[in-house]
């Protein structure tokens, strides 16, 4: 059964760094395609990067261009969403979600059907 943890959200000065981790369980990434969504209080959730099955990523978020990057271990079968020059409206708890079959990117919720927990990402002086 395929299982997300995500990790490493916290508190945060503007201008700050964070990397959230989504380790996977249960199906290898190369049959995954993995996608960083966040949700800020009243808003809906929105999708903010994927990386496909192949390696391949996609921002779906104009407001993190330049600032945030997907990436993954392989042999830690792991996704990272490294978070340079927080922003206070990047504040939201970030979830990771898992696709397969097929194991491309999307910046549709509806896309996925295996979610994490979700991780607080709190970005205030």
């Known amino acids: 059964q395929l299982q997300l943890v995500e990790s490493g959200g916290g508190l945060v000065q503007p201008g700050g760094s964070l990397r959230l981790s989504c380790a996977a369980s249960?199906?290898?990434?190369?049959?995954?395609?993995i996608g960083w969504f966040r949700q800020a209080p009243g808003k809906e959730r929105e999708g903010v990067l994927c990386?496909?099955?192949?390696?391949?990523?996609?921002n779906y978020a104009d407001s993190v261009k330049g600032r945030f990057t997907i990436s993954r271990d392989n042999a830690k079968n792991t996704v990272y969403l490294q978070m340079n020059s927080l922003k206070p409206e990047d504040t939201a708890v970030y979830y990771c979600?898992?696709?397969?079959?097929?194991?491309?990117?999307?910046?549709?919720?509806?896309?996925?059907?295996?979610w994490g927990q979700g991780t607080q990402v709190t970005v205030s002086s």
């Open positions: 990386i496909s099955s192949s390696g391949g990523s996609i």
């Open positions: 979600a898992a696709r397969r079959a097929p194991a491309y990117c999307s910046g549709y919720v509806t896309s996925f059907a295996s």
């Open positions: 249960g199906f290898t990434l190369d049959y995954l395609a």
